[in-house]
C-alpha cells in the first residue's frame, strides 16, 4: 500500500477512534446525568436505619436471593446486627445523590469461612447500581466506602454487568502516589489518576498490612472491638470524602456513577449498627477529630 494511502488510513483511523471515545463519554455521562436526576437529595434527615426494623430496605444473599433464612440482618436492642454468615448486602429501596452519610458500627467477634482468620470485612457501596449482583455476582456495581480491619476508608471503583451482559461502567479520579509496594494511595499532593476499577488505599494504610483478624497499623484510626466507630460518606455531585473517627481519611471525584443505592454488605464478619442515616449536605453535626463513643 501507497504511503498516502497508509497515512490516510491512519488519520481515518485516529478519527473513528477519537469519535468512539468521544461517544462514549457522552453515554457515560448521559447515564450519570439520568440517575443523578432520578436519585433523592435529601431536605432533612433520613434515616436508613431506624432501630425498629427494615422499613425501606431489602436484603440480597449470594446463595438464598432475596430470602434471609438464616437471618444474617436482624434488628434487636435498637441495632442492626450482621451476623456474617454470609456474602450480599442489605439495600436501600431507593437511590440517593448529594448526602453526607453518617454510620456508626462496631465490630462482632464472630467469624466464617476464612474470615475465623482473615481480617474482619464489610463495606459501604454508594451508587449502587442495579441488578442486584451485578458485580461478581456478590454485591452492586458502583463505589465502594471500605470496612476492613487496617484499611477502612479505602475507595473502591466496582465496574459490573447487567442481565444481558452489558457493562455497568465506573470509574473515579483522585490524586495519588504509589507505595513501598506500588499499590494506589490517596494524597493531596499526589498525582491525578483515573481508575476505571480497582483500590486507592487510604492515606495511613500500613504498607505492611496483613490479612488477619485483629490487624491494626501504627496509624489506624479505627476503633478495635468493641468499641464504636463514626464513619462519614460525604457525596457532593461527583465527588466522595470519607471520614473515619472525625479525620477525612479519602476522596475521589469523577465518580462514575455519581447517584445510586446504598448498601451495607456481610462478608462473612460480624458488624453491629445503630447509627445508619443520611444528612442533608452542610447540616450534619461536626465529629471531633479522634471521635469516642460518646462524643457528638
Known amino acids: ?27 457515560i455521562t448521559a447515564i450519570a446525568a439520568g440517575e443523578e436526576t432520578q436519585a433523592i437529595a435529601p431536605q432533612e434527615v433520613i434515616r436508613l436505619f431506624n432501630g425498629r426494623d427494615l422499613a425501606g430496605l431489602y436484603t440480597w444473599v449470594s446463595d438464598t436471593k432475596y430470602e434471609d433464612p438464616r437471618q444474617i440482618f436482624a434488628v434487636a436492642d435498637g441495632m442492626l446486627r450482621v451476623s456474617g454468615d454470609g456474602i450480599g448486602y442489605v439495600c436501600t429501596r431507593e437511590r440517593y445523590r448529594d448526602y453526607h452519610l453518617i454510620l456508626e458500627y462496631r465490630w462482632g467477634e464472630k467469624t466464617w469461612g476464612n474470615r475465623v482468620v482473615a481480617a474482619r470485612d464489610s463495606g459501604l457501596i454508594v451508587h449502587a447500581a442495579d441488578p442486584d449482583g451485578s458485580f461478581g455476582g456478590s454485591f452492586m456495581a458502583g463505589i465502594e466506602a471500605q470496612i476492613i480491619e487496617g484499611g477502612t476508608g479505602d475507595i473502591l471503583v466496582l465496574p459490573g454487568k447487567r442481565e444481558d451482559g452489558s457493562l455497568i461502567p465506573a470509574s473515579a479520579t483522585a490524586n495519588v502516589v504509589e507505595d513501598r509496594d506500588g499499590e494506589t494511595v490517596w494524597s493531596e499532593q499526589g498525582q491525578e489518576r483515573v481508575m476505571a476499577r480497582g483500590r486507592i488505599n487510604w492515606y495511613g494504610r500500613d504498607v505492611d498490612w496483613k490479612d488477619v483478624k485483629g490487624f491494626r497499623g501504627p496509624a489506624d484510626l479505627e476503633h478495635p472491638s468493641p468499641d464504636w466507630n463514626r464513619y462519614e460518606v460525604i457525596c457532593s455531585g461527583d465527588r466522595i470524602e470519607c471520614w473515619l473517627n472525625g479525620v477525612k481519611v479519602n476522596e475521589a471525584r469523577q465518580l462514575v456513577p455519581n447517584a445510586g443505592k446504598i448498601l451495607l454488605q456481610t462478608e462473612l464478619a460480624e458488624l453491629f449498627v445503630r447509627r445508619l442515616e443520611l444528612w442533608p449536605l452542610g447540616k450534619a453535626q461536626p465529629t471531633t477529630p479522634g471521635w469516642k463513643d460518646g462524643q457528638d
Open 1 to 27: 500500500m501507497a504511503t498516502r494511502e497508509i497515512n490516510g488510513l491512519s488519520r481515518l483511523c485516529g478519527s473513528i477512534c477519537c469519535m468512539a471515545c468521544s461517544v462514549a463519554m457522552l453515554i
